[in-house]
C-alpha cells in the first residue's frame, strides 16, 4: 500500500505540472472568469476529459496485489487494474462547469478507461461517470470553486468521488476476493493523492481568480486616481492648455511611453516620445485616429505600418487609440503610444478603455456644466437688462417727456416696458419659448428705442403665421436686432433691419440682416466662437446663442454669421421643426 505512494504522487504532480502551464494561458483564464457558453462547455469537456485520458495512460498497474509500474499503460490484463488520478480531472471539470461538462468530462476518461481493460474496467467507467455528474450538480448548486470559497469543500468532494469509486469497485468488479484486495491496496493511495491533487488544482484556479480581481483592483485605482487628477483640466473641455495638462498626468500614471489627445481636427496634446513631430495644433499626423474618430471604436496597431504616422523613423511602435465621446458622439481621441510593442498587454488594453470611459463621463459633465452657464449667463444677462441703468434711464426719461405732450403714446410705452421686463423673466425661466414672444420681446424693445430715435432705422418683420408656435431658444432675435441697432448704424442716417423666418425641408430659417457698416474682417474670425473686447462690444451675445443652439440641436441647428465691409450683416439660425413637438412638453 505505501509503496504505491510515491509513485501516485509522482502521476499526480505530472496533471498539476500541466494545469499550471494551462493556467498561464490567457484562453483558459478567460473562460475560468466568465459564465459558460456552448463553445467553453465544450472547451472545458475536452481539458479535462483529456485530463482523464492522462490519467489513464500514466495509471500504475496492479496485478494480483503487484505493483508494476510502467511510464504508460496502453492495455490492462484482464485479471489486473490501474490506480490512478483520474476521478481528481472529472471532480474539477464537473465542479468548475457544472452537470453538462462534469457529465461529458466523465463520458471521455469513463469510455476510455474501458477500453484499456482489465477486472475493474466497467466498475472504473461507471464511478468515473457518476462522480463526473455528481460533482457537476455539487458546483452548479453550492458553487465550490470560487475566491471566496474554502478549497477544503472541493477537496472533500473529491475524497468522497474517489470513496465512491472504491464502492462500485467491490460492487460491480468479480472475483470479489481480487477486487477486495486490490480496494485494500489502493484505497488510501488514491484517495490520499486525489485529495492531494484536487487541492493543489483548486488553489491554481482561485489564483488564477485572485490575480484577476488584484489586477482589475489595481486598474482601477489607477484609472481613478488619473481621472481625479485630470478632472479640473477635462471640466474645461477640450482644448490646447487643458489636454496639455491632462496628456503629462497619463504619462506619469501609464507605462505608455506617449500620450496623445486630439478633438476632431487636430492633435490637441502630445506628451512623450515622437514630440518632435507629434505637435499640439497640427493636423492629426497617423491614419489610426482619424479610423477611430470615423467608427468610433476603440483600434490598436502593433507595427509602425498600422499607426501609419507620416514620419518614416518615428519611434511609436504600438499604440492604443480609444474614442472619446459625449452623448454617443465621438468628439476626440486618447492614444496610448509605445516605443516596444511587447509593452502592449491586456492590462494596458483595459486601462485605457477604462480612462476612456472616465474622460468621456468628464467631458459629458463639462458640457453639462457648460449649458449650465450659459442659461444662466441669459438669465443673468436678462437681470442685468431689467435695470440696466442706461437703458432704463432712456427709457423713463423719453415717457416723461411724452406724458405731457402725447399722454396716450407715454401709456402705450409704458405698457410695452412692462412687456420687455416680463418678456426677459419668462425667457429666463424656459429653454424654449415660442417664436410669437421672442417678437413680442423684439417690438417691445423696439418701441422704446423708436420712441427715441425715431428716423434712425427701421425693423420689418417677414414671419410665416405658421411658425408662430414654433419653439426657439430665448434671447435670440433681440440680441441680434440690438446689436444691429447698437453698432450697425452709428454713422448712417437711415438704417434698415429685417427679421425673416420661413421653412426649408422640415427645418426653420431665422434670419437677422441689416444694411449696416458690416463687421472688421480680424473680428468676423472669433465672433461667436469665443467672447472678445473691441470698441463695438465683448460679442458675448452672438457667442451665447451659438453655444445655446450647439447645446439644444446639436448637429441638426446651425448658426451662421455672413457680413461685408459697407454692406452690412446677415445672421442665419437654422433649427430642427421635429424638435418643436418634444420641446413642447419642456416648456
Given at each position: 500500500m505505501f509503496e504505491l505512494l510515491p509513485l501516485m504522487l509522482e502521476r499526480a504532480g505530472v496533471l498539476v505540472m500541466v494545469a499550471f502551464l494551462l493556467s498561464r494561458m490567457r484562453s483558459f483564464r478567460q473562460i475560468v472568469h466568465q459564465e459558460h457558453d456552448k463553445k467553453e462547455k465544450m472547451i472545458l469537456i475536452g481539458i479535462f476529459g483529456a485530463?482523464?485520458?492522462?490519467?489513464?495512460?500514466?495509471?500504475?498497474?496492479i496485478h494480483n496485489g503487484t505493483i508494476i509500474s510502467q511510464t504508460w499503460q496502453a492495455d490492462v490484463d484482464y485479471d489486473?487494474?490501474?490506480?490512478?488520478?483520474?476521478?481528481?480531472?472529472?471532480?474539477?471539470?464537473?465542479?468548475?462547469?457544472?452537470?453538462?461538462?462534469?457529465?461529458?468530462?466523465?463520458?471521455?476518461?469513463?469510455?476510455?478507461r474501458l477500453t484499456l481493460g482489465g477486472f475493474t474496467a466497467e466498475a472504473c467507467a461507471v464511478s468515473t461517470i457518476l462522480a463526473g455528474f455528481i460533482t457537476g450538480l455539487l458546483g452548479r448548486r453550492y458553487g465550490i470553486i470560487g475566491r471566496n470559497h474554502s478549497?477544503?469543500?472541493?477537496?472533500?468532494?473529491?475524497?468522497?468521488?474517489?470513496?465512491?469509486?472504491?464502492?462500485?469497485?467491490?460492487?460491480?468488479?468479480?472475483?470479489?476476493?481480487?477486487?477486495?484486495?486490490?480496494?485494500?491496496?489502493?484505497?488510501?493511495?488514491?484517495?490520499?493523492?486525489?485529495?492531494?491533487?484536487?487541492?493543489?488544482?483548486?488553489?491554481?484556479i482561485q489564483s488564477i481568480l485572485m490575480e484577476e480581481e488584484r489586477t482589475r483592483a489595481l486598474q482601477t485605482h489607477n484609472a481613478l486616481e488619473i481621472a481625479q487628477q485630470t478632472l479640473?483640466?477635462?471640466?474645461?473641455?477640450?482644448?490646447?492648455?487643458?489636454?496639455?495638462?491632462?496628456?503629462?498626468?497619463?504619462?506619469?500614471?501609464?507605462?505608455?511611453?506617449?500620450?496623445s489627445i486630439t478633438n476632431k481636427d487636430q492633435v490637441l496634446a502630445h506628451a512623450g516620445a515622437g514630440s518632435d513631430h507629434h505637435k499640439p495644433g497640427q493636423h492629426m499626423a497617423t491614419q489610426l485616429t482619424k479610423e477611430v474618430l470615423d467608427h468610433g471604436k476603440i483600434l490598436i496597431a502593433r507595427s509602425t505600418d498600422e499607426i501609419r504616422c507620416y514620419r518614416e523613423n518615428c519611434p511609436l511602435q504600438a499604440a492604443i487609440v480609444v474614442p472619446l465621446q459625449v452623448h454617443q458622439e465621438t468628439v476626440g481621441t486618447l492614444k496610448l503610444y509605445f516605443v516596444n510593442q511587447n509593452k502592449l498587454d491586456q492590462?494596458?488594453?483595459?486601462?485605457?478603455?477604462?480612462?476612456?470611459?472616465?474622460?468621456?463621463?468628464?467631458?459629458?459633465?463639462?458640457?453639462?456644466?457648460?449649458?449650465?452657464?450659459?442659461?444662466?449667463?441669459?438669465?443673468?444677462k436678462a437681470l442685468q437688462a431689467q435695470v440696466h441703468?442706461?437703458?432704463?434711464?432712456?427709457?423713463?426719461?423719453?415717457?416723461?417727456?411724452?406724458?405731457?405732450?402725447?399722454?396716450?403714446?407715454?401709456?402705450?410705452?409704458?405698457?410695452?416696458?412692462?412687456?420687455?421686463f416680463r418678456s426677459n423673466l419668462q425667457g429666463a425661466r424656459h429653454l424654449l419659448i415660442p417664436l410669437e414672444k421672442e417678437i413680442e420681446h423684439v417690438e417691445a424693445y423696439l418701441s422704446l428705442e423708436q420712441a427715441r430715435f425715431p428716423d434712425k432705422y427701421q425693423v420689418d418683420f417677414d414671419i410665416h403665421p405658421a411658425l408662430n408656435k414654433v419653439l426657439i431658444p430665448p434671447f435670440t432675435l433681440q440680441p441680434l436686432v440690438e446689436n444691429a441697432i447698437r453698432h450697425a448704424f452709428s454713422n448712417r442716417k437711415q438704417g434698415r433691419v429685417t427679421v425673416t423666418a420661413y421653412t426649408d425641408s422640415n427645418k426653420m430659417i431665422l434670419t437677422t440682416e441689416d444694411n449696416g457698416k458690416g463687421i472688421p474682417e480680424p473680428l468676423m474670425k472669433s465672433l461667436g466662437t469665443e467672447t472678445?473686447?473691441?470698441?463695438?462690444?465683448?460679442?458675448?451675445?452672438?457667442?451665447?446663442?451659438?453655444?445655446?443652439m450647439k447645446e439644444i440641436y446639436g448637429l441638426e441647428g446651425s448658426f451662421q454669421i455672413e457680413s461685408e465691409q459697407d454692406s452690412g450683416t446677415k445672421v442665419t439660425m437654422i433649427l430642427p421643426l421635429t424638435q418643436n413637438k418634444w420641446s413642447e412638453r419642456n416648456v
Open positions: 485530463f482523464g485520458i492522462i490519467s489513464n495512460y500514466t495509471g500504475i498497474e489486473a487494474a490501474i490506480a490512478n488520478t483520474r476521478i481528481m480531472g472529472v471532480a474539477i471539470g464537473g465542479l468548475l462547469g457544472g452537470p453538462i461538462v462534469g457529465l461529458g468530462v466523465g463520458l471521455i476518461a469513463g469510455i476510455h478549497p477544503w469543500g472541493a477537496v472533500a468532494i473529491g475524497i468522497l468521488m474517489e470513496g465512491i469509486q472504491m464502492g462500485v469497485i467491490l460492487l460491480i468488479a468479480r472475483p470479489y476476493e481480487a477486487a477486495y484486495h486490490l480496494v485494500e491496496v489502493i484505497a488510501v493511495p488514491m484517495i490520499s493523492i486525489n485529495g492531494l491533487g484536487t487541492l493543489i488544482f483548486i488553489l491554481i479640473p483640466f477635462f471640466r474645461q473641455g477640450l482644448t490646447l492648455h487643458s489636454c496639455g495638462e491632462a496628456a503629462n498626468i497619463i504619462l506619469e500614471g501609464t507605462k505608455a511611453d506617449a500620450i492590462v494596458e488594453y483595459e486601462l485605457a478603455e477604462g480612462l476612456s470611459r472616465l474622460f468621456s463621463t468628464q467631458l459629458e459633465l463639462a458640457e453639462a456644466e457648460q449649458q449650465r452657464k450659459l442659461l444662466k449667463d441669459a438669465e443673468i441703468p442706461h437703458f432704463l434711464f432712456n427709457a423713463i426719461n423719453t415717457i416723461s417727456s411724452l406724458v405731457r405732450t402725447d399722454a396716450q403714446k407715454a401709456r402705450k410705452l409704458l405698457i410695452n416696458l412692462g412687456v420687455f472678445v473686447q473691441s470698441e463695438e462690444g465683448t460679442g458675448t451675445a452672438v457667442w451665447n446663442i451659438r453655444k445655446r
